[in-house]
T-cell receptor
Framework: GAVVSQHPSWVICKSGTSVKIECRSL??????MFWYRQFPKQSLMLMAT?????????EQGVEKDKFLINHASLTLSTLTVTSAHPEDSSFYIC?????????????FGEGSRLTVL | RKEVEQDPGPFNVPEGATVAFNCTYS??????FFWYRQDCRKEPKLLMS???SGNEDGRFTAQLNRASQYISLLIRDSKLSDSATYLC?????????FGKGTRLHILP
């Protein structure tokens, strides 16, 4: 099946620093990727939809200046958490939909666990 | 009202039993439906798509009822390895909407 790779798996940073998370589709081209956040024992929450070559679409309540998304190629989207604070500590997951019609089937990256000290 | 609703559980079920989950969705324009499984601290993985005619994959059976706007997942002869959170996912236009998930614990 399709493979989506996410890096890094774990990151610990100091408060106020910025952290970049990469999401790559390894064997297909993804014009659209999705970024989710999941707090412990809670559901996945869609943060934004990343569109190759254009601006990301953010969900209500998600600060676009804090969570910078770049989708510069058909196989790579990045999420940068700027000026991270402890409340940003979470599990961030990306996903991509195989471009074979709007089937909705998603493939997920392994997730990145961010801990902000 | 949330667009996709699930009973969060947990469902504590003895090994070998049959367990069923339902998920309701509020938007009749929803187009496709899926069950995903998520293990603790891992990413979700597709379990199965859900079709109106119903579909079965081994011990797992999924059903879609468009008239009543719900989908179901039935697990027969449950195994310890079935313990996970099961996420109901609905696709509408270009949006993918997740339910909060139902936690299942299979007890030895």
């Amino acid at each position: 099946g399709a493979v989506v790779s996410q890096h890094p798996s774990w990151v610990i940073c100091k408060s106020g620093t910025s952290v970049k998370i990469e999401c790559r589709s390894l064997d297909f081209q993804a014009t659209t990727m999705f970024w989710y956040r999941q707090f412990p024992k809670q559901s996945l929450m869609l943060m934004a939809t990343s569109n190759e070559g254009s601006k990301a679409t953010y969900e209500q309540g998600v600060e676009k200046d804090k969570f910078l998304i770049n989708h510069a190629s058909l196989t790579l989207s990045t999420l940068t958490v700027t000026s991270a604070h402890p409340e940003d500590s979470s599990f961030y997951i990306c996903s991509a939909r195989v471009p074979a019609g709007n089937t909705g089937e998603l493939f997920f990256g392994e997730g990145s666990r961010l801990t902000v000290l | 009202r949330k667009e996709v609703e699930q009973d969060p559980g947990p469902f504590n079920v003895p090994e070998g039993a049959t367990v069923a989950f339902n998920c309701t969705y509020s938007n009749s324009a929803s187009q496709s439906f899926f069950w995903y499984r998520q293990d603790c601290r891992k990413e979700p993985k597709l379990l199965m798509s859900v079709y109106s005619s119903g579909n079965e994959d081994g011990r797992f059976t999924a059903q879609l009822n468009r008239a009543s706007q719900y989908i179901s997942l039935l697990i027969r002869d449950s195994k310890l390895s079935d313990s996970a959170t099961y996420l109901c996912v609905v696709n509408r236009d270009d949006k993918i909407i997740f339910g909060k998930g139902t936690r299942l614990h299979i007890l030895p």
